[in-house]
């Protein structure tokens, strides 16, 4: 149980365009979802935490107009990142929260994104 | 914020002997302390967690351990194997939900 899904798992894309990832709970509902990016060798960083129904919470030196954050439903929370640059190549993770268990995270298997 | 502090970076350890990772932090409000191992190009996989109330917890060759008033919390692995080698984050969890992810240790167990 407790499985997150992640699409694409690998995307290259040309400078300028935007890139769309989902983020999917298979078999439980989270009212929160958050957004990680990691490069090589580093640790995972916070960009936001997604709420279901309202505006997504930025962490501080993240440009929420560049990182679009949706959380249309319980299951689905989307990160589209716009108008990429080649600094935007990175792992994106996302994470759950199901509800009632405020407190263990569970990773989706991440995006790698490569802008060239 | 959270500040949560991991040493060491990296970890090479004979295949059965013990391996331990350390982690400080600095919010005295966090309650929440959970241990992740990622392998390369994987997804962070859950392995033991431990909440404030409790000192030590321990699952197969895992243990974790908590000193609250130090602020600080470690990792044990025993008998380590092969399989075993990844990269292994510390994090802690204050009242908000966010998770403060310490830098994280490259262990690598020797055959």
């Known amino acids: 149980g407790a499985v997150v899904s992640q699409h694409p798992s690998w995307v290259i894309c040309k400078s300028g365009t935007s890139v769309k990832i989902e983020c999917r709970s298979l078999?439980?509902?989270?009212?929160?979802m958050f957004w990680y990016r990691q490069f090589p060798k580093q640790s995972l960083m916070l960009m936001a935490t997604s709420n279901e129904g309202s505006k997504a919470t930025y962490e501080q030196g993240v440009e929420k107009d560049k990182f679009l954050i949706n959380h249309a439903s319980l299951t689905l929370s989307t990160l589209t990142v716009t108008s990429a640059h080649p600094e935007d190549s990175s792992f994106y993770i996302c994470?759950?929260?199901?509800?009632?268990?405020?407190?263990?995270?569970?990773f989706g298997p991440g995006t790698r994104l490569l802008v060239l | 914020g959270e500040n949560v502090e991991q040493h060491p970076s990296t970890l090479s350890v004979q295949e059965g002997d013990s391996a331990v990772i350390k982690c400080t932090y600095s919010d005295s409000a966090s309650n929440y302390f959970p241990w992740y191992k990622q392998e390369l190009g994987k997804r962070p996989q859950l392995i033991i967690d431990i909440r404030s109330n409790v000192g030590e917890k321990k699952d197969q060759r895992i243990a974790v351990t908590l000193n609250k008033t130090a602020k600080h919390f470690s990792l044990h692995i025993t008998e380590t194997q092969p399989e075993d080698s990844a990269v292994y984050f510390c994090a802690a969890r204050p009242n908000d939900y966010k998770l403060s992810f310490g830098a994280g240790t490259t262990v690598t167990v020797r055959a």
């Open positions: 078999d439980f509902q989270a009212t929160t």
């Open positions: 994470s759950a929260n199901p509800i009632g268990n405020q407190e263990t995270q569970y």
